[in-house]
């Protein structure tokens, strides 16, 4: 446990230790992680006096009180508030939250709520002393059927526990246990040393810039007032001002001469704080300006003023506006009618969407938090950056580093990074590839939730590859990782790296009368739902979530050795797994490494991911001769429905992802109407080339990329001539046409 001080016991000196804590953080600028543990009622008891005292300092205390089912808070001035809710308060500030275990621990919102604690504020984790034993409530997503709380690992618990204990040995959490005395609180830095304050002036908070901030504001000029098509990615963890630097660099933009500038999100709520450093900004700029300067509007959402500029010998008025305009309203635009356009959270809005606007837009700026609680990552940046950099070469980048809504080395901050893993290892991902690692090489392995505990730097090696492999992994991910009993979780390694992870579930053998729905049990249920099959149900399988390899060490089959000695090791130890499935946002290369695997396609959704703007496919691999049958029937079955829909819900898909789907497709191949390549109507053969198309996708990949669009979506997805000649620039159907039959003369029989 902990060490505590020789001080009086705890009843005597609980308000007065509460004051000094108070005066401690606010001298500091920093925040408290308090860990009360004890049975329920002293804890509120607890809580409820601490609130009481800290109310005395700050009249307009309020914080919330974070829940897993809506109820009014047990706490004085608390807002009781759902973990689902949550997220729509981010971008906002509190001076307290308090997590109760019986309520549940949920990673997620820990994170987003630490995140939202302002300085001199505390986070309060209220624990019974038998915590790591109990159930936690926040694991009943992860659970599938017929799981209870009661089977989970207690892994999480196990881990987030150990992890407080040793702050605490280090003073960076405040353990407060019934009937022990107090803890020493902190010994005190001097305030000049615990952070740079020279720009953090609370009367002029927007105006001064840290040196990393005004490192990103001359980024931001240039991508303003320098060459065209060089946007810009900034990325932040919490706390460093990165939307309110995006707040007072637009009214400095517009100041110096730019007229509008449009904000978007994902939700206007997430801009608030980028507003509220524009409003300061103006705020500034009119108490010393304030004869040229007016405010017109002043919205969420809009900021709109007018200033005064001087033409030669002439004082004209210019109209200024900084607007928030939903992204899909961009998307939809023909042009862009903004001087620049910033994204802010970028991560939360599909990649396709990114770089639909940053196709529309000269002038970027693509702004995001790092850390996974807010659902993006340095999975995000890797990915999106190497997309945006491959259409545009001049993309620059720029990070800040240094907090100032709280100063340097913020306990909680400390806590929370190190105990949600949002603190990993270097990212190594620019270092080139070495030809030295071979999948032969490495050793693959199942590995126990145990082992990880145990052995915190795989954890945290295992979970940053998690991170960069998938953009949206979150802390929710480490605890469904360290809880979840039905799992299979297998490693590549080398010298005690972790290069490869494979995460799996086990699925069905469910019941099949009472068929509703049930949680989990992806693949058995919906290929019921698909067939009205019920022998779907009755199989036992194994689905892999995720499979993931160091971004370094991709496409030198890592990816595949794992998958392969995972498939081999199910058939050597578990004899009664009947088939291997998978499901994900389906990309050509993705479903080309399942294919190449052994893979077949069964179902294709016909709602893309809201994320990744993917359409998630399911395929299986069987491992014995009565579902083989099943499989092969079925996938004829949707190879024949995919191709129907290709001209009608699957009509946007793109071709490179309609021909991998294909690549394996089980027709019988047609012969191309030679006739089509004389003079033979397009008209009176398109059924023909349609089925040759269907059964020869491997041979219209070698095609060239832009020929071998147009073909599939006149061919297969059934776009008309008129859209194709106009959207390529082409003069007429003929020419088109042409090109076609220039192609396939020599190439078929």
Same mark, same amino acid.
Request: hydrophobic share 40%; glycine share 6%; net charge negative.
């Given at each position: 446990?902990?060490?505590?001080?020789?001080?009086?016991? =705890?009843?005597?000196?609980?308000?007065?230790?509460?004051?000094?804590?108070?005066?401690?953080? #606010?001298?500091?600028?920093?925040?408290?992680?308090? %860990?009360?543990?004890?049975?329920?009622?002293?804890?509120?008891?607890?809580?409820?006096?601490?609130?009481?005292?800290?109310?005395?300092?700050?009249?307009?205390?309020?914080?919330?009180?974070?829940?897993?089912?809506?109820?009014?808070? #047990?706490?004085?001035?608390?807002?009781?508030?759902?973990?689902?809710?949550?997220?729509?308060?981010?971008?906002?500030?509190?001076?307290?939250?308090?997590?109760?275990?019986?309520?549940?621990?949920? #990673?997620?919102?820990?994170?987003?709520?630490?995140?939202?604690?302002?300085?001199?504020?505390?986070?309060?984790?209220?624990?019974?002393?038998?915590?790591?034993?109990?159930?936690?409530?926040?694991?009943?997503?992860?659970?599938?059927?017929?799981?209870?709380?009661?089977?989970? @690992?207690?892994?999480?618990?196990?881990?987030?526990?150990?992890? *407080?204990?040793?702050?605490?040995?280090?003073?960076?959490? *405040?353990? !407060?246990?019934?009937?022990?005395? *107090?803890?020493?609180?902190?010994?005190?830095?001097?305030?000049?040393? +615990?952070?740079?304050?020279?720009?953090?002036?609370?009367?002029?908070?927007?105006?001064?810039?840290?040196?990393?901030?005004?490192?990103?504001?001359?980024?931001?000029?240039?991508?303003?007032?320098?060459?065209?098509?060089?946007?810009?990615?900034?990325?932040?963890?919490?706390?460093?001002?990165?939307?309110?630097?995006?707040?007072?660099?637009?009214?400095?933009?517009?100041?110096?001469?730019?007229?509008?500038?449009?904000?978007? +999100?994902?939700?206007?709520?997430?801009?608030?704080?980028?507003?509220?450093?524009?409003?300061?900004?103006?705020?500034?700029?009119?108490?010393?300006?304030?004869?040229?300067?007016? &405010?017109?509007?002043?919205?969420?959402?809009?900021?709109?003023?007018?200033?005064?500029?001087?033409?030669?010998?002439?004082?004209?008025?210019?109209?200024?506006?900084?607007?928030?305009?939903?992204?899909?309203?961009?998307?939809?635009?023909?042009?862009?009618?903004?001087?620049?356009?910033? !994204?802010?959270?970028?991560?939360?809005?599909?990649?396709?969407?990114?770089?639909?606007?940053?196709?529309?837009?000269?002038?970027?700026?693509?702004?995001?938090?790092?850390?996974?609680?807010?659902?993006?990552?340095?999975?995000?940046?890797?990915?999106?950056?190497?997309?945006?950099?491959?259409?545009?070469?001049?993309? $620059?980048?720029?990070?800040?580093?240094?907090?100032?809504?709280?100063?340097?080395?913020?306990?909680?901050? $400390?806590?929370?990074?190190?105990?949600?893993?949002?603190?990993?290892?270097?990212?190594?991902?620019?270092?080139?590839?070495?030809?030295? &690692?071979?999948?032969?090489?490495?050793?693959?392995?199942? /590995?126990?939730?145990?082992?990880?505990?145990?052995?915190?730097?795989?954890?945290?090696?295992?979970?940053?590859?998690?991170?960069?492999?998938?953009?949206?992994?979150?802390?929710?991910?480490?605890?469904? @990782? @360290?809880?979840?009993?039905?799992?299979?979780?297998?490693?590549?390694?080398?010298?005690? $790296?972790?290069?490869?992870?494979?995460?799996?579930?086990?699925?069905?053998?469910?019941?099949?009368?009472?068929?509703?729905?049930?949680?989990?049990?992806?693949?058995?249920?919906?290929?019921?739902?698909?067939?009205?099959?019920?022998?779907?149900?009755?199989?036992?399988?194994?689905? %892999?979530?995720?499979? #993931?390899?160091?971004?370094?060490?991709?496409?030198?089959? &890592?990816?595949?050795?794992?998958?392969?000695?995972?498939?081999?090791?199910?058939?050597?130890?578990?004899?009664? /797994?009947?088939?291997?499935?998978?499901?994900?946002?389906?990309?050509?290369?993705?479903?080309?490494?399942?294919?190449?695997?052994?893979?077949?396609?069964?179902?294709?959704?016909?709602?893309?991911?809201?994320?990744?703007?993917?359409?998630?496919?399911?395929? !299986?691999?069987?491992?014995?001769?009565?579902?083989?049958?099943?499989?092969?029937?079925?996938?004829?079955?949707?190879?024949?429905?995919?191709?129907?829909?290709?001209?009608?819900?699957?009509?946007?898909?793109?071709?490179?992802?309609?021909?991998?789907?294909?690549?394996?497709?089980?027709?019988?191949?047609?012969? =191309?109407?030679?006739?089509?390549? &004389?003079?033979?109507?397009?008209?009176?053969?398109?059924?023909?080339?349609?089925?040759?198309?269907?059964?020869?996708?491997?041979?219209?990949?070698?095609?060239?990329?832009?020929?071998?669009?147009?073909?599939?979506?006149?061919?297969?997805?059934?776009?008309?001539?008129?859209?194709?000649?106009?959207?390529?620039?082409?003069?007429?159907?003929?020419?088109?046409?042409?090109? =076609?039959?220039?192609?396939?003369?020599?190439? %078929?029989?």
């Amino acid at each position: 446990m902990p060490t505590t001080s020789n001080a009086s016991p =705890f009843a005597d000196n609980w308000l007065r230790w509460c004051n000094d804590l108070h005066d401690h953080l #606010a001298q500091q600028r920093h925040r408290a992680c308090v %860990v009360l543990i004890g049975d329920a009622e002293w804890r509120h008891t607890t809580i409820h006096q601490a609130l009481t005292a800290l109310a005395q300092h700050n009249p307009n205390l309020s914080g919330l009180e974070v829940v897993q089912t809506i109820e009014n808070s #047990a706490f004085e001035y608390a807002e009781a508030i759902t973990t689902k809710t949550l997220p729509h308060k981010l971008g906002q500030e509190t001076d307290f939250v308090i997590f109760t275990g019986e309520q549940g621990l949920d #990673a997620n919102a820990l994170g987003q709520a630490g995140g939202m604690i302002r300085a001199g504020g505390i986070c309060w984790l209220s624990l019974p002393a038998d915590w790591c034993a109990l159930p936690n409530p926040a694991n009943a997503r992860f659970l599938s059927y017929p799981l209870t709380l009661e089977d989970s @690992l207690k892994g999480f618990n196990r881990f987030f526990w150990d992890g *407080l204990q040793t702050h605490a040995e280090q003073q960076e959490v *405040l353990w !407060v246990s019934q009937n022990t005395a *107090l803890p020493t609180l902190p010994s005190a830095t001097p305030l000049e040393t +615990a952070t740079s304050l020279k720009n953090m002036s609370p009367d002029k908070p927007a105006l001064l810039l840290t040196e990393d901030q005004q490192a990103a504001w001359e980024q931001i000029q240039s991508v303003a007032f320098g060459h065209r098509h060089r946007p810009l990615v900034l990325t932040a963890d919490r706390g460093r001002g990165k939307s309110t630097l995006l707040g007072v660099a637009a009214i400095r933009l517009l100041q110096q001469g730019k007229q509008t500038i449009a904000v978007t +999100a994902a939700r206007l709520d997430q801009t608030q704080a980028l507003f509220q450093g524009a409003v300061q900004t103006l705020n500034q700029l009119i108490e010393e300006y304030s004869d040229t300067i007016r &405010i017109i509007e002043n919205l969420p959402g809009w900021v709109c003023f007018e200033m005064d500029v001087q033409q030669g010998n002439k004082l004209t008025t210019a109209r200024k506006s900084l607007q928030f305009i939903a992204p899909d309203e961009l998307a939809a635009a023909t042009e862009s009618h903004y001087d620049l356009l910033m !994204v802010d959270e970028a991560a939360h809005l599909p990649l396709p969407l990114l770089m639909t606007l940053a196709t529309q837009h000269n002038r970027l700026i693509f702004a995001t938090t790092q850390q996974g609680y807010e659902g993006s990552g340095r999975g995000f940046t890797l990915r999106f950056l190497s997309t945006l950099k491959a259409h545009y070469p001049q993309t $620059k980048t720029a990070k800040l580093h240094h907090p100032i809504r709280w100063a340097e080395g913020d306990p909680l901050e $400390k806590v929370l990074n190190q105990c949600l893993l949002f603190a990993t290892l270097d990212d190594n991902t620019n270092e080139p590839k070495t030809s030295q &690692i071979h999948a032969d090489d490495l050793s693959y392995r199942a /590995i126990p939730v145990d082992e990880l505990i145990a052995d915190q730097t795989k954890l945290s090696q295992l979970f940053q590859l998690l991170t960069f492999a998938h953009y949206q992994t979150a802390p929710n991910d480490l605890m469904q @990782l @360290l809880e979840t009993p039905n799992q299979h979780l297998y490693i590549a390694e080398q010298e005690g $790296k972790i290069l490869g992870v494979l995460f799996a579930l086990e699925e069905g053998n469910l019941p099949v009368e009472n068929q509703g729905r049930k949680q989990g049990h992806l693949f058995p249920q919906l290929m019921q739902q698909q067939t009205a099959n019920d022998a779907w149900l009755t199989d036992k399988t194994l689905r %892999v979530v995720r499979l #993931a390899v160091q971004p370094i060490n991709q496409s030198q089959g &890592i990816g595949s050795a794992l998958l392969s000695h995972f498939i081999d090791n199910v058939k050597q130890h578990s004899a009664d /797994i009947n088939a291997i499935t998978t499901s994900f946002g389906a990309t050509p290369n993705l479903v080309d490494f399942w294919h190449q695997n052994g893979f077949t396609a069964l179902h294709l959704g016909q709602k893309r991911d809201k994320a990744s703007s993917t359409h998630s496919l399911l395929m !299986v691999l069987p491992l014995c001769p009565e579902l083989s049958e099943r499989i092969t029937a079925q996938h004829t079955a949707f190879i024949q429905q995919f191709a129907w829909l290709l001209t009608d819900s699957f009509q946007t898909l793109s071709a490179d992802l309609v021909l991998s789907v294909l690549a394996k497709a089980l027709l019988p191949k047609a012969d =191309f109407p030679q006739g089509y390549l &004389i003079n033979q109507p397009f008209e009176a053969v398109s059924y023909q080339l349609r089925q040759w198309a269907l059964s020869n996708a491997d041979a219209l990949q070698k095609m060239e990329a832009p020929l071998r669009t147009l073909w599939v979506k006149r061919v297969l997805q059934n776009h008309t001539w008129e859209n194709l000649v106009k959207a390529n620039g082409m003069t007429s159907r003929k020419q088109l046409e042409q090109q =076609f039959k220039q192609y396939f003369i020599g190439q %078929v029989e």
